[in-house]
C-alpha cells in the first residue's frame, strides 16, 4: 500500500511550467521524499530527492514545507519529451521503495 | 555504456514452463532489487539482495528464485510460470543499504507473456 497521495493525471501545455503536489501523511522522520519519472516501457528513472525546505537541480525544483507533509515538483518550461508519470515515494533506510499510482502528465503542443 | 541491464527485453513462454531473467549493473552498488509492475502499472518489490545476501522477500510465491553470483548479477529464475505471472519485470540496484537517501537506478524491464 502505497504511502503518498498524488493526483492521477495531469495535462499541460509545452512551455509551461508544471507543479505536481503529493502528500505524504505518513512520513517518517528519517525517510527523504524521493521523485521518479517513467516513460513507456522504461524504467523509473531517478528525478530529484530532498528532505526539508527546497532542492534544485537541472532538471526540477522540490519544494517541502517545514511539516514535511507534502511536497511539490517543480518541472519549468515543459516539453513533450516530459509526458511521462511521475511518482513520490517515502525513501526509508530499509530500502523498500513503495510506489503509488503515480501521476501521469501528459504535455501537449 | 547501460547502467542496469536486463535480458531478456521480451519473453514469450508457455504456461508451465520454467524461465530466467538475468540482470547486471556496472555501477559498482552494494545493493540489487527486483520489481514487478502488474497491467495496472504498480511497482511492486519482490526482492532485494546486499552483497549477495537476500534482505528482502515480500512474500512472493515460491517458484520465484533470485540468484546472486556476485554483487554486480542479480537473476530471476521462475518455475512453473502462470498466467498471473504476466508482468514487467524491473531490475534496480542502489550503492548502498540501509539508507533513507537511498537512489535506486532501474533497468529497462522485462516483459513477460505466459500464454
Known amino acids: 500500500l502505497a504511502k503518498t497521495t498524488q493526483p492521477i493525471s495531469m495535462d499541460s501545455y509545452e512551455g509551461q511550467e508544471v507543479n505536481i503536489t503529493c502528500s505524504h501523511n505518513?512520513?517518517?522522520?528519517?525517510?527523504?521524499i524521493t521523485w521518479y519519472q517513467q516513460f513507456p516501457s522504461q524504467g523509473p528513472r531517478f528525478i530529484i530527492q530532498?528532505?526539508?525546505t527546497k532542492v534544485t537541480n537541472e532538471v526540477a525544483s522540490l519544494f517541502i514545507p517545514a511539516d514535511r507533509k507534502s511536497s511539490t515538483l517543480s518541472l519549468p518550461r515543459v516539453s513533450l519529451s516530459d509526458t511521462a508519470v511521475y511518482y513520490c515515494?517515502?525513501?526509508?533506510?530499509?530500502?523498500?521503495?513503495?510506489f503509488g499510482q503515480g501521476t501521469t502528465l501528459q504535455v501537449k503542443p | 555504456d547501460t547502467a542496469v541491464s536486463q535480458t531478456p527485453k521480451y519473453l514469450v513462454t508457455q504456461m508451465g514452463n520454467d524461465k530466467s531473467i538475468k540482470c547486471e549493473q556496472n555501477?559498482?552498488?552494494?545493493?540489487m532489487y527486483w520489481y514487478k509492475q502488474d497491467s495496472k502499472k504498480f511497482l511492486k518489490i519482490m526482492f532485494s539482495?546486499?552483497?549477495?545476501?537476500?534482505?528482502i522477500n515480500e512474500t512472493v510465491p515460491n517458484r520465484f528464485s533470485p540468484k546472486s553470483p556476485d554483487k554486480a548479477h542479480l537473476n530471476l529464475h521462475i518455475n512453473s510460470l502462470e498466467l498471473g505471472d504476466s508482468a514487467v519485470y524491473f531490475c534496480?540496484?542502489?550503492?548502498?543499504?540501509?539508507?533513507?537517501?537511498?537512489?535506486?537506478?532501474f533497468g529497462a524491464g522485462t516483459r513477460l507473456s505466459v500464454l
Open positions: 555501477l559498482g552498488h552494494d545493493t
Open positions: 530532498g528532505y526539508k
Open positions: 515515494l517515502d525513501s526509508g533506510n530499509t530500502g523498500k521503495l513503495i
Open positions: 505518513n512520513i517518517a522522520t528519517n525517510d527523504y
Open positions: 539482495y546486499n552483497n549477495k545476501e537476500l534482505i
Open positions: 534496480a540496484s542502489s550503492q548502498v543499504y540501509g539508507t533513507s537517501a537511498n537512489i535506486q537506478y
